[in-house]
């Protein structure tokens, strides 16, 4: 059964660090795109970042975020992670991770995600 758990969420405060995991089961995570999106009360659901599989493995980033998140991956360990730093107020939401059925990521296009994790709460506050 495929399914991914994200970790790592917390409260931290403004300029702090936390990183997110995402661990995989079920399917090989290297052979597709995985995304992290994140979704703050009363806001849809947006892109954060995202990583291409490891044929390629590039990476995108929303604009908001870019220079202070970083997105890698551990192949042997089945995980994805998400290292915010900087983190800001505004960072305060439920990240999930997800599946891309393709091999190439966006940030953009939610549909292009096929599987979600249940998602884990960041609060950023002093």
């Known amino acids: 059964q495929l399914q991914l758990v994200e970790s790592g969420g917390g409260l931290v405060q403004p300029g702090g660090s936390l990183r997110l995991s995402c661990a995989a089961s079920g399917f090989t995570l290297d052979a597709y795109a995985i995304g992290w999106f994140r979704q703050a009360p009363g806001k849809e659901r947006e892109g954060v970042s995202c990583?291409?599989?490891?044929?390629?493995?590039?990476?995108k980033y929303a604009e908001s975020v870019n220079g202070r998140f970083t997105i890698s991956r551990d192949n042997a360990k089945n995980t994805v992670y998400l290292q915010m730093n900087s983190l800001k107020p505004e960072d305060t939401a439920v990240y999930y991770c997800?599946?891309?059925?393709?091999?190439?990521?966006?940030?953009?296009?939610?549909?292009?995600?096929?599987?979600w994790g249940q998602g884990t709460q960041v609060t950023v506050s002093s």
């Open positions: 990583i291409s599989s490891s044929n390629e493995s590039r990476t």
């Open positions: 997800a599946k891309s059925r393709y091999y190439f990521c966006s940030v953009s296009s939610k549909l292009s995600y096929d599987y």
